[in-house]
């Protein structure tokens, strides 16, 4: 077994790539959807104004979708990843370019917008990537939906999905 596929890492991964196939599928019906997810160990959380029956439909064609091969729903450009990675990538341009005594200001403001160019071209292919091989799982086979439950609080609709893995 690969290291990451150990629980609970193992488990977060898949329930990450199943929230991330079905936004895909939500996204297919309604163009203009607005939503955010968070996994954890146990399945996800959804939240924004989606229909509970929607949802449950979505929720269960991902998870055929991704057990029938389409290891390409378990990635999302908009994911968290590609937020992270772009964040870590400027931070490290940042210290790399403003460190050191030897160069003048112009040197560190030329070097700064060089690296923070390179972070955000370089974000979205390395976030893809990282969610690929390291935040999400398309191994779904052993994945279950156990329950989806809706809550209503003010503006905010949340929809958690509980699943079971093995």
Not at 131 to 142: F, G, I, L
Request: with cysteine.
């Amino acid at each position: 077994m690969k290291p990451l596929e150990l629980w609970p890492m193992g488990a977060i991964r898949r329930n990450h790539a199943l929230e991330h196939a079905t936004i895909h599928i939500l996204s297919e019906r309604e163009a203009h959807l607005r939503v955010m997810g968070r996994s954890d160990w146990s399945g996800f959380t959804l939240f924004g104004p989606v229909d509970t029956d929607d949802l449950t439909s979505a929720v269960n064609s991902a998870l055929q979708r991704l057990r029938d091969g389409e290891d390409q729903l378990a990635v999302h450009p908009r994911c968290g990843t590609n937020l992270a990675t772009g964040m870590m990538l400027a931070s490290l341009a940042s210290a790399s370019a403003l460190s050191g005594k030897r160069r003048s200001p112009l040197e560190k403001g030329l070097q700064l917008l060089l690296g923070l160019a390179s972070a955000f071209i370089l974000a979205q292919p390395l976030g893809v990537r990282l969610q690929r091989y390291v935040t999400t799982s398309a191994d779904v086979a052993t994945l279950r939906v156990i329950g989806i439950t809706r809550h209503d609080s003010s503006n905010l609709v949340t929809h958690r999905v509980e699943t079971l893995q093995g």
